[in-house]
């Protein structure tokens, strides 16, 4: 008996579609970012750079259904964090 395997697929170096749909990207950092500015009461740049940064990190994600849910995570954790470290 022999077995034929597939040849192997070369990755591309595009990282394909963007973790959250680029037309709603701008929509879904304001959105976190404000959510977050008010419970936290962290700048707003300083999330913003984050949430770009946490998307960024998804690019080539494969599954994409819970990049906004992870990087709002990501977020999250960052702010208490901050908070923790006040005096």
Do not use: W
Not at 23 to 44: C, H, K, N, S, W
Not at 49 to 72: D, G, H, K, Q, W
């Amino acid at each position: 008996m022999s077995v034929v395997a597939p040849a192997p697929l070369a990755r591309d170096e595009d990282p394909g579609e963007p973790p959250v749909p680029e037309p709603r990207v701008e929509a879904f950092i304001d959105g976190l970012v404000t959510r977050l500015q008010e419970e936290y009461g962290a700048d707003r740049e300083d999330l913003r750079t984050e949430a770009v940064a946490a998307l960024a990190v998804f690019a080539s994600a494969r599954v994409r259904a819970f990049v906004p849910i992870l990087v709002e995570k990501r977020l999250r954790a960052a702010c208490r964090g901050r908070r923790a470290a006040r005096p």
